[in-house]
C-alpha cells in the first residue's frame, strides 16, 4: 500500500507541475521565435515552429534526464 500511496502522491505532482506550465504558456513566446517560418498567402498560411520544436525537445531532454537520475537511484 505504501507504494501506492507513493505512485499517487508522485502523479498528482506531476499534474499540479502540469497545470502551472499550461498556465504560464500562454505568457511564453513560443511559436513566435526567430526561426520559426510562417507563409501567409491569399488563403495558405503555412506554419513550420523549427526553433520552437528544437527548444522544446532540449527542456524535455533535460527534464527526463533530470526524472531519470533521481528515480533510477532507487
Request: cysteine-free; charged content about 15%.
Amino acid at each position: 500500500m505504501d507504494k501506492i500511496g507513493n505512485m499517487l502522491i508522485f502523479i498528482g505532482l506531476i499534474l499540479v507541475f502540469l497545470g502551472v506550465v499550461f498556465l504560464l504558456v500562454g505568457k511564453l513566446p513560443l511559436g513566435r521565435l526567430p526561426g520559426d517560418i510562417v507563409y501567409d498567402k491569399g488563403n495558405v498560411k503555412v506554419y513550420v515552429p523549427i526553433a520552437t520544436s528544437i527548444l522544446l525537445s532540449i527542456l524535455l531532454t533535460v527534464i527526463i534526464n533530470i526524472l531519470g537520475a533521481f528515480l533510477g537511484k532507487r
